[in-house]
């Protein structure tokens, strides 16, 4: 199975500020890898699909990037409502994998 | 819109099955695969399996292969899953997702406990 490891687990972070999560995978997966954005109750809502595409409707402070089997997802400016826990996960090969997620909290 | 809703909460007995529901509506149901997801201790996500609602034709984790079975009613564009013999280590949400995870259903909140 494909190993994702996903960085940092929680993040306490400023209104305003840019932030940075990053998923790496234990082997070449393209561009296969989703962000997902969950609040808590909730079910998860696709951010980013094949790495960079930003999922329609979903704001444009929200961006994907990647290099070889380090996947980010970046946050330009961040929003109160942008509170929530998020992952990734590749699509890649079967079983499909998950990062451990990332909860996203206001300093 | 697409949307999946699934089968209401469930409490259930240690050794019992529990058989949970996901109703597709806003596309043709056949068109795309259903994937299923147990999320533990609200964060760890693990994929149980998926079915292909056209052939029948299912994949399932081979952690999940003697425990989950997967089936769809396509006349009422519906998916299903059972969990059987069931443990405190199966207390967990379980959702339904779509095609390559785009959509998910809003999760049923399975507790096994006597």
């Known amino acids: 199975d494909i190993q994702v490891t996903q960085s940092p687990s929680s993040l306490l972070a400023s209104l305003g500020e840019r932030v940075t999560i990053t998923c790496q995978t234990s082997q070449s997966i393209s561009n296969n890898l989703n962000w997902y954005q969950q609040k808590p109750g909730q079910a998860p809502m696709l951010l980013i699909y094949y790495a960079t595409s930003l999922q329609t409707g979903m704001p444009s402070r929200f961006s994907g990037q990647y290099s070889g089997r380090s996947f980010t997802l970046t946050i330009t400016s961040l929003e109160p409502e942008d509170i929530a826990n998020y992952f990734c996960l590749q699509h890649y090969s079967a079983p499909p994998t998950f990062g451990s997620g990332t909860k996203l909290e206001i300093k | 819109q697409v949307k999946l809703l699934q089968s209401g909460a469930a409490l259930v007995k240690p050794g019992d099955s529990v058989k949970m529901s996901c109703k597709a509506s806003g596309y043709t149901f056949t068109d795309y695969i259903i994937h299923w997801v147990k999320q533990s201790h609200g964060k760890s996500l693990e994929w149980i399996g998926y079915?292909?609602?056209?052939?029948?034709?299912?994949n399932y984790n081979e952690k999940f292969k003697s425990k989950a079975t997967l089936t769809v009613d396509k006349s009422s564009s519906t998916a299903y899953m059972e969990f059987s013999r069931l443990t405190s280590e199966d207390s967990a949400i379980y959702y339904c997702a779509q095609r390559w995870f785009d959509y998910w259903g809003q999760g049923v909140m399975v507790t096994v406990s006597s």
């Open positions: 079915i292909n609602p056209y052939s029948g034709g299912t």
